[in-house]
């Protein structure tokens, strides 16, 4: 009997088992041997289908039976043939389509023995008899190696958890990326050849370091900035050049906002490829930050080196529920620059899922620069630095926090050595010699001590001609807004319209480029202008205004906003106004945010605070950690990790509430674009194409029982009728050219999108 892995693609051709087992393997191998496990990457490779040797599977491809287990064979007899060298091989290959489970050793033997028909998920299991499996495999000319050694073992026995559960997500990784990557070839084939997608370029260095130097000659050409802030810029440059030589391993770069953190950090990282041979550069930027605009300086320096994606952009706000076609058009990295979110990237490599893990086994032999590191939530801070610090020595890689106020994060290392055996001792990039942060000081602090109104505010504003107010809530950024653009209303008119901007996560990232495009304009041009935003406009965004105000916050939020001000040093010094909203006002979009403007109202009581002195962010820190630490609850995530629980420890390791859903917005400037991806949603044609052209009109909603807004929503399918996680926003009334999202004016049965 032969026996199939997949169906018929367009041509009529099915695809046998042993074919599709040895694509797999080979990919997998590859892979892996990045951290030279090639010979476990091969292995999960060959044995991750044997379940499809089953006649109950062949009657799943002629759609005769469903909900059938066919990965849980193929995990017992990994197990069975290597033992506990085999366990990282079998769990892998356990949660290759339903994800990983439990990996505690009673519980995940006990889940793959198959003492009953159906399994925990209400699966009938393709096959309970292993060695028939086996058999059929070898008969099929298959083979597999008799023994190999696995590292899982001994990372496991010791307690060391996180690097124990990141050894098997890793595998899991190297197995379903090869594994989606065959598949999809199997349906893209021409005749018998495979079709697989394009592969991404190889970084080359060298090239890109000289591109990156033409830049930087052309920026300094056209710099408005004044000397001294142009040789602060070129001292940082040139320390991280320097620095890219240096060995691999945990790095920090503190240097002030508005000192070039951005080509520095890039500098250094291409250096640092070069000496070392890795193999991409990925950036990390937190989650509010507006990453777009860092990722267009990166295309305009790295761009022109390759016609497809030398710099890919991946920072959905929410994974895609997982279905075959959602996994299949996952993105798996293979850039040579990839710029995400510090969501995207710590919530991947804490997943349970296919598609979220499927990227990771291409984070090893590269350089992946934090900017903004500062962001992590206090819960999860032994957890993420013990992964990053696994990362490095096992797998090759090198880590840099880049950050104006780095934490103290090491008190943290005999923490982190419980969980991965190098701890956490980073080395700084910039020397103390080139005092930056005393070079750098051009804002003038002032601290306010009464509290604010928005209508006392909006009058403070207007006193100015051009400033930015940053507030810590959507909500009061549009309430704000509303506010000062009355004022302004009645000194320019309509041309109010021109003056007044407005920018939060509510508005699309195309509307969000276009409002700070605007902006930079206006400031340009020397003309009024007065920006209304929240944190999302606090780091990684170039822009520069001489008045700003700022909320009150945590102290790293408050030197953020500050790095906005002033920031080419072409004023004495600007300035900077901190105040406190109104009490029924002051709120905070969490806890810990709460927590960090706790210390900083503490701190005031001892005097005014300055933030260009490190050993005064260092207090900061230590009274931050100490307060999240004493708030916290019951540790749910530590629990889950001491029971080497895959799904519990995704459940739990969360930057962000997981209830994100993106919407497709109706920006007005992009109608055709929107209407376009419209026509191809409602027709279930979900491609990377679309899903790349989608991201950048999508805002990330968060839709419970009490959001009106879903009312305004139309659910997005594929061609199989599954959801897709994305809805349009089919109401053009509730998406504002001024605020983004706004159903304040709009009717459920009014002004629907054709």
């Known amino acids: ?31 892996s041997s990045a951290w030279n496990a090639e010979i476990e990457g091969e292995t999960v490779g060959l044995m991750h289908d044997l379940g499809k040797y089953s006649e109950l599977f062949q009657k799943v491809l002629k759609r005769e039976e469903y909900h059938v287990d066919h990965a849980t064979p193929g995990a017992l007899a990994a197990l069975k043939k290597y033992k506990e060298n085999g366990m990282a091989v079998a769990m892998a290959i356990q949660g ?44 099929d000319g298959g083979s597999l190696i008799e023994s190999f050694k696995s590292d899982f073992p001994e990372e496991y026995i010791n307690k060391r958890y ?56 052309y920026l300094e050409k056209n710099s408005n900035a004044n000397i001294s802030i142009n040789t602060l810029r070129n001292e940082l440059f040139n320390s991280c050049i320097s620095a890219g030589g240096n060995a691999k391993g945990l790095y920090t770069l503190t240097a ?44 305009d320096i790295l761009g022109s080196l390759s016609d497809g994606d030398f710099v890919l952009e991946d920072h959905s706000l929410v994974e895609w529920p997982e279905g075959e076609q959602m996994r299949l058009l996952a993105e798996n990295w293979d850039a040579p620059v990839v ?117 006392k505010l909006a009058d403070a504003i207007n006193k100015d001609t051009q400033s930015l107010t940053i507030v810590n809530l959507r909500r009061h950024a549009k309430e704000l807004y509303k506010k000062v653009y009355e004022e302004a209303n009645l000194y320019f008119g309509k041309e109010a319209s021109n003056i007044i901007f407005h920018l939060s996560t509510d508005m699309c990232p195309t509307h969000r480029l276009d409002v700070l495009n605007k902006v930079k304009q206006r400031l340009k041009d020397d003309m009024p202008c007065y920006l ?14 001489p008045v700003v105000w700022r909320a009150l916050a945590p102290l790293e939020a408050i030197i953020q906003a ?40 503490q701190m005031l009581e001892e005097g005014d ?28 995530l530590q629990r889950a990790i001491t029971a080497v629980d895959f799904p519990e420890v995704a459940r739990y390791y969360r930057w962000i509430p997981p209830i994100a859903t993106n919407v497709l917005v109706p920006y007005q400037p992009e109608i055709e674009v929107f209407e376009a991806l419209c026509k191809e949603a409602r027709k279930g044609d979900i491609t990377r194409e679309w899903l790349s052209k989608a991201r950048r009109l999508s805002v990330g909603v968060i839709l419970n029982k009490n959001s009106n807004i879903s009312d305004y929503l139309e659910e997005v399918r594929d061609k199989r009728g599954d959801p897709t996680g994305w809805y349009i926003l089919v109401n053009s009334k509730a998406y504002t050219i001024n605020t983004g999202i706004d159903i304040s004016e709009a009717k459920p049965e009014e002004f629907y999108v054709t």
């Open 609 to 636: 605070i300055d933030f260009y002195d490190t050993d005064t962010i260092r207090k900061y820190y230590q009274r931050y950690f100490e307060i999240a630490r004493l708030s916290q609850k019951e540790d749910k």
């Open 256 to 299: 002030p906002t508005g000192s070039g953190k951005t080509l520095a950090m890039l500098a250094f990282a291409l250096k640092h490829a070069l000496t070392h041979k890795l193999r991409r550069i990925i950036i990390v930027l937190p989650f509010l930050n507006i990453i777009e605009q860092s990722a267009k300086v990166y295309n």
């Open 1 to 31: 009997m032969e026996y199939y892995a997949h169906t018929e693609d367009k041509r009529g051709i099915w695809e046998p088992v042993i074919k599709h087992l040895n694509e797999v393997a080979q990919l997998s191998k590859v892979f």
């Open 339 to 455: 710029v995400t979110t510090t969501v995207r990237f710590f919530e991947s490599l804490f997943s349970n899922r296919p598609s979220a893990c499927r990227r990771l086994h291409n984070i090893s032999k590269s350089v992946i620069m934090f900017d903004e590191a500062q962001t992590i939530p206090p819960s999860l801070v032994i957890p993420t630095l013990s992964a990053l610090s696994e990362i490095c020595w096992r797998y090759g890689s090198t880590v840099v926090f880049s950050t104006a106020t780095q934490p103290a994060y090491e008190f943290f290392d005999d923490n982190v050595r419980k969980y991965s055996i190098k701890g956490w001792k980073p080395s700084e990039i910039v020397t103390d010699r080139l005092n930056l942060f005393g070079k750098s000081k051009r804002v003038e602090v002032n601290w306010k001590k009464e509290r604010y109104t928005w209508d």
């Open 532 to 545: 209304i935003s929240t944190q999302c406009v606090e780091a990684g965004v170039d822009i520069d205004l």
């Open 562 to 601: 500050a790095g906005r001000c002033n920031r080419n040093g072409r004023k004495k010094a600007g300035i900077v106004h901190i105040f406190l909203p109104s009490i029924e006002e002051e709120l905070y979009p969490t806890n810990d945010y709460h927590y960090g403007a706790i210390v900083v109202k």
């Open 96 to 139: 290759h389509h339903d994800g990983l489970q439990r990996g505690n050793h009673r519980d995940f033997q006990t889940s793959v023995q198959m003492r009953t028909e159906v399994s925990k998920l209400g699966k009938k299991y393709s096959c309970r008899n292993d060695s028939q499996l086996l058999d059929r495999f070898y008969a």
């Open 162 to 217: 996180i690097s124990a559960m990141l050894y098997v997500r890793m595998l899991f990784s190297a197995l379903v990326d090869a594994d989606f990557l065959a598949t999809e070839a199997h349906f893209s084939r021409i005749g018998e050849n495979l079709i697989f997608r394009k592969q991404g370029v190889s970084l080359n260095p060298r090239i890109a370091l000289d591109k990156l130097f033409d830049y930087k000659n």
